[in-house]
Structure formats: C-alpha cells, structure tokens
C-alpha cells in the first residue's frame, strides 16, 4: 500500500465540514476522516503478507499543518499503519509523488520478490 489513510487523514477530516472540501473531496474522499463514523476506522487487521511504504515530506506546508505529527501533506506516518502488515517503510517524499519515486518502486519490487 503506497501512502494509504488506513486509520483517516486529518486533511480529509478538516475539508469535509466545509461544502467546497466536499465537492473537492468527492463521496470517497469524505469517508477518509479521522471519526469513530469514518470509514477507515471500520478496518481490519492484515490477514496476507503486506508492505505499507508511507511519506513523511510535503509540498504544501498548508495541508501539511492539518497533521500536527510527520506526515506526507495528506496522511500521517502513524495513519498510514495497518495491524497485521509485515512490513512499513517511511520515505522522504510527498503523498503525490511517492508512487513514481524510484526508491518507492525498489522496495515494491523487493517485497513482492522476497516478502
């Protein structure tokens, strides 16, 4: 999983009380809050073999204040952790560019190679 809010995303949160966040946000976005009600919230454990690779750099020092603890502009590290993976990497990059980032793509292809 590159960069996912598996426990909500602050920035989410913070846009959906307001109608232009929603209509930003989409229906989708608007689950992706931090609230016992979100969707995120409702997960569960990892029950397969999975690598979490997180960001902890943004480009927007606006979206990045909604987080008051390292994340990638929109999700926090912490966030970004699911019980059960086997595997978390932080990278020093942006939510918007981790997935072509050349070292996102070597530690996909490690574990998918070696678990």
Do not use: Y
């Not at 995303?9 to 609230?35: D, F, M, N, Q, Y």
């Not at 999975?50 to 979206?63: E, Q, Y």
């Amino acid at each position: 999983m590159l960069a996912p809010p598996n426990h909500g995303s602050c920035l989410a949160g913070t846009l959906k009380r307001h109608a232009v966040g929603r209509w930003i946000l989409g229906p989708a976005g608007c689950e992706l809050g931090t609230t016992a009600n979100d969707l995120p919230q409702h997960l569960g454990p990892a029950t397969f073999p999975l690598c979490v690779i997180a960001g902890d750099a943004s480009l927007n020092p606006v979206f990045s204040r909604a987080a008051k603890e390292p994340n990638d502009g929109k999700v926090s590290v912490e966030s970004a952790k699911l019980s059960g993976m086997s595997e978390f990497v932080v990278l020093h990059c942006s939510h918007t560019w981790l997935m072509w980032r050349a070292e996102t793509m070597r530690h996909v292809l490690k574990f998918l190679q070696e678990g």
